[in-house]
């Protein structure tokens, strides 16, 4: 099979081999250097600033969210949370959940965000800004120069879920004054599923240090404290740590974060201009492009349909949607261990698709 979803995606045979080794005892040295090293190439990577601290959740990204919610806000907030899509979605779901008083901006499906979308929220009071980076249900990747003007000028702390954008797109998290960082194993980190990244800027430090967190398993005060010599309140998922550090080591060796976002920028570019190329009935469906992954609305299909199609009669996985676009959108992710030929492959399926009146 060959793995075009956005997470779990494909990993390097480096990455792969840690997987298959015994998972080592933790409460040691070794691996508390191991975790310094994650956090010191986390940071680097996201462009933190130095005095931002990182914390790694056993819990998918969802988890992250979730952590991020219940550490750094309360009932005295006022949060605005963007919502385009299931991602969004989960954050306002979160938000009442968690009874964090909050309005929603909601984004038309594929639309790019623009200023007018916040221009009735200034001086409003808002306290805290919630956003997808990149909204993946769509393939909407958000314009974060206007959120951060927004929140700048109105004192809003801004927690971003980075989860598929993260090595995919350009991110500097101290030019955006960002209070939280988001993302996941399993998403451009290419390793298997189980941790959530979490980069924590001076002003998220200080929010989780006057809050009261009701839930003791992802507690960051208790996760901060532990961080200090390197290690986790819990039995971490260790095997996942060591497979992180291989691909973060893996990055930093080819040029770091700038070139793994270049690599996937060149298979999207690469892929899209095939689509074009072959006037294939598989319309762009956003309007604003994360490198991550392409968004496509299949014209002549439904696009279930297609993803079955490939998946049983052509060996690989494009990622389905889900709820109201199940039908009407399929995704083609650009992240992980993928190569233009593997691009290949998949456009000649389509091709093949075409000349049998499938689509
Ligand atoms: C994948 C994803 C998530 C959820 O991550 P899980 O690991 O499935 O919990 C959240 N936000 C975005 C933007 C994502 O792409």
Request: with cysteine; aromatic share 8%.
């Amino acid at each position: 099979m060959i793995n075009f979803t956005v997470g779990p995606v494909q990993s390097s045979d480096e990455v792969l081999a840690v997987g298959a080794e015994q998972v080592p005892y933790f409460r040691t040295a070794e691996f508390s250097e191991m975790m310094f090293e994650n956090e010191r190439l986390m940071k680097k990577f996201t462009h933190a600033t130095d005095d931002s601290k990182v914390v790694f959740m056993t819990c998918s990204g969802s988890g992250g969210m979730e952590t991020a919610i219940i550490n750094c806000l309360n009932r005295h907030d006022k949060a605005l949370v963007v919502n385009g899509g299931s991602f969004g979605e989960r954050f306002a779901e979160l938000l009442s959940l968690h009874e964090i008083p909050h309005d929603e901006i909601k984004i038309e499906h594929g639309k790019a965000l623009r200023p007018e979308h916040l221009k009735d929220y200034e001086g409003k009071g808002y306290t805290a800004f919630l956003i997808q980076k990149h909204e993946t249900s769509t393939g909407v990747h958000y314009d974060m120069d206007i959120v951060s003007d927004f929140c700048k000028r109105n004192g809003c702390f801004l927690i971003v879920d980075t989860i598929s954008t993260f090595l995919c797109d350009h991110f500097n998290m101290s030019e955006l004054d960002a209070g939280v960082m988001i993302t996941g194993s399993q998403k451009a980190l290419a390793c298997a599923p189980g941790i959530a990244v979490m980069v924590l800027a001076p002003s998220a430090l200080k929010r989780i240090a006057e809050n009261k967190c009701c839930c003791q398993y992802l507690d960051l005060k208790l996760a901060l404290k532990n961080m200090e010599r390197g290690q986790t309140p819990w039995t971490p998922a260790v095997g996942i740590l060591r497979q992180i550090n291989v691909r973060l080591k893996e990055i930093e060796a080819n040029g770091g974060a700038e070139a793994e976002v270049e690599r996937c920028a060149e298979l999207a570019e690469y892929f899209r201009e095939k689509i074009m190329e072959y006037n294939l009935p598989l319309e762009i469906a956003s309007e604003s492009l994360s490198n991550a992954v392409t968004p496509l609305h299949p014209t002549t299909q439904s696009a279930y349909e297609i993803f079955l199609k490939i998946k049983d009669e052509y060996g690989m996985w494009v990622c389905p949607n889900g709820g109201d676009m199940k039908d009407s959108i399929f995704r083609v992710g650009h992240i992980g261990c993928l190569h233009k030929d593997d691009y290949d492959r998949l456009v000649a399926a389509f091709l093949d698709l075409r000349d049998k009146g499938f689509i």
